[in-house]
T-cell receptor, first 115, second 111 residues
Framework: ETGVTQSPTHLIKTRGQQVTLRCSSQSGHNTVSWYQQALGQGPQFIFQYYREEENGRGNFPPRFSGLQFPNYSSELNVNALELDDSALYLC??????????????FGEGSRLTVL | KQEVTQIPAALSVPEGENLVLNCSFTDSAIYNLQWFRQDHGKGLTSLLLIQSSQREQTSGRLNASLDKSSGRSTLYIAASQPGDSATYLCAVGLRQSKFYFGSGTKLNVKP
């Protein structure tokens, strides 16, 4: 059983640029969530995808967008990067059955630095 | 809006001590609660998941309890070891695996 993998692990961008982060879900999982973790803080929920549809969004502006593909992998896109977007971006996958809500399994994260 | 608070923010103990980490949340209408461990600069490792209908879960030296009515959870670590040094995060789950996190307790276990 493969775990959650994310790429790239580190990247540096400049203000105003765009970035795409990628995530492969754990085998058998149908739900992927993205979180932003600033230094010294807990992760903040960005949004979640279930069966390729956005299924809930946190308090993040529209320049944060995402996709989920038929194989349940996912992308997080951030446009018009700002300095405050510098953070660790975490992807988590889970299995939602509609009966019991699933345990979250996280990848190692993508550390984004915006200069 | 769900607010999750973890106390203490940091804790330093000698090896071998038993310790308790605390988590409180403002809205008791949760589906589950999950405890995670995070090593510096790394991703999160799931430790224990408690469904809203459960009172506690145990895994090895770890025991987590949940009291929904009072909005509290505790993580008990028995016989702490230096390898337990990490940040421990509590996350309360709303429907369909949307979680709200606390800011964590940074644990240092001294040899």
């Amino acid at each position: 059983e493969t775990g959650v993998t994310q790429s790239p692990t580190h990247l540096i961008k400049t203000r105003g640029q765009q970035v795409t982060l990628r995530c492969s879900s754990q085998s058998g999982h149908n739900t992927v969530s993205w979180y932003q973790q600033a230094l010294g803080q807990g992760p903040q929920f960005i949004f979640q995808y279930y069966r390729e549809e956005e299924n809930g969004r946190g308090n993040f502006p529209p320049r944060f967008s995402g996709l989920q593909f038929p194989n349940y992998s996912s992308e997080l896109n951030v446009n018009a990067l700002e300095l405050d977007d510098s953070a660790l971006y975490l992807c988590a996958s889970s299995l939602a059955t509609g009966v019991i809500d699933g345990e979250l399994f996280f990848g190692e994260g993508s550390r984004l630095t915006v200069l | 809006k769900q607010e999750v608070t973890q106390i203490p923010a940091a804790l330093s103990v000698p090896e071998g001590e038993n310790l308790v980490l605390n988590c409180s949340f403002t809205d008791s209408a949760i589906y589950n609660l999950q405890w995670f461990r995070q090593d510096h600069g790394k991703g999160l490792t799931s430790l224990l998941l408690i469904q809203s209908s459960q009172r506690e879960q145990t895994s090895g030296r770890l025991n987590a309890s949940l009291d929904k009515s009072s909005g509290r959870s505790t993580l008990y670590i028995a016989a702490s070891q230096p390898g337990d040094s990490a940040t421990y995060l509590c996350a309360v789950g709303l429907r369909q695996s949307k979680f709200y996190f606390g800011s964590g307790t940074k644990l240092n276990v001294k040899p």
